[in-house]
């Protein structure tokens, strides 16, 4: 159990996550849109205005940078799937995003059970994304994607992925699908409950309001083609789920959702997110899938120190 402002939570209802990502993704601004939708700060922070609240050294606000690691705790209850209604705390690590504090990453690499990797999605991988991910893939660390700024000109979800795919190695596929690109990205659409979210721009509402609907017709047959694809890769990690799969047997939503789970755990699926954390759009459905899929402390494997003083494993 872990007690925090009073309440004590199960081990299974506590996520550590670290954001991570190269400079200028959009790292910090997406850490700050998930303390805004939890309720952990009452307005935005900016930061080319120094307003952030993970950047609170001077040299960070005047920089517009993260130079030490932050952390801060939020709380999520997602409305639908596996873990509805079920509050999950969140301990999140904002780590440098710059080359030159690679060492601070490293640091913080080490106690996160789970990662969100955030990528520029004009720019795909990145220099420094890839150095992180490398280091992530060291501490054994599951992770999921999330393509920021699927607003900006030149935004390309699908070349993202693919650069993942060829300069990571990383087993990535698409777990929404983007409504619209550059100016008119409006939303996403959930692959595996084919339920579409759109956000609607108000300077009021800074994104906590959106709508909730089925596929649009001119996506149908997008959703369906990807769809299957995920389908078929979350069955090829569960035996019950190929025979299923093979047979032609319906998988329900929960069932997928269940094997995803695992096969995010062992690396075998990383997903893959769209969104534009600056627009206010797509940090939900990011917060669901968090708590749905990144393991709790309880699914990760201790990890072994050695004492300076004996030289012994603890």
């Given amino acids: 159990m872990a007690q925090t402002q009073n309440r004590l ?8 996550i670290g954001i991570i990502a190269h400079i200028d993704a959009g790292k910090t601004t997406t850490t700050e849109r998930i303390l805004f939708y939890t309720g952990k700060s009452y307005k935005l922070g900016d930061i080319d205005e120094g307003t952030t609240v993970t950047d609170w050294m001077e040299q960070e606000k005047e920089r517009g940078i993260t130079i030490v690691s932050a952390a801060v705790t939020a709380f999520w209850t997602p409305k639908e799937g596996p873990q509805k209604g079920i ?8 780590t440098p995003g710059h ?3 690679t060492a601070e990453v490293e640091r913080s690499l080490r106690v996160l059970d789970g990662g969100v990797t955030v990528l520029d999605a004009e720019e795909g991988v990145q220099s420094q994304s890839e150095t992180v991910w490398r280091q992530a893939d060291k501490y054994k660390v599951p992770r999921l994607c999330f393509v920021n700024k699927m607003d900006k000109m030149g935004a390309d979800y699908f070349a993202t992925i693919k650069s993942i795919r060829d300069r990571l190695g ?5 777990y929404n699908l983007p409504i619209g ?5 409006v939303g996403v659409v959930d692959l595996i409950t084919r339920q579409a979210y759109v956000w609607v721009d108000k300077a009021e509402g800074l994104g906590k309001e959106f709508t909730q609907s089925n596929v649009p017709n001119n996506m149908k047959d997008e959703v369906e083609k990807y769809r299957a694809q995920l389908v078929e890769r979350i069955a090829e990690t569960d035996d019950n789920l190929t025979e299923k799969f093979l047979s032609g ?3 329900s939503e929960e069932e997928l959702k269940k094997a995803l789970r695992m096969a995010v755990i062992k690396y075998q699926i990383v997903p ?3 969104g534009s954390s600056l627009r206010n759009k797509g940090v939900q459905p990011l917060l669901d899938a968090v708590v749905e899929y990144l393991p709790s402390p309880q699914d990760i494997e201790s990890i072994d120190g050695i004492n300076p003083k004996t030289e012994e494993k603890v």
Wanted: aromatic residues 8%; without cysteine.
């Fill in 170 to 174: 990383a087993p990535a596929i698409p």
């Fill in 272 to 274: 893959v997110l769209a």
């Fill in 249 to 251: 047997e319906e998988i």
């Fill in 99 to 101: 080359v030159d504090f």
């Fill in 87 to 94: 509050e999950t705390r969140i301990n999140i690590i904002d």
């Fill in 181 to 185: 690109k550059e100016n008119d990205f």
């Fill in 9 to 16: 939570y199960p081990l299974d209802r506590i996520r550590n």
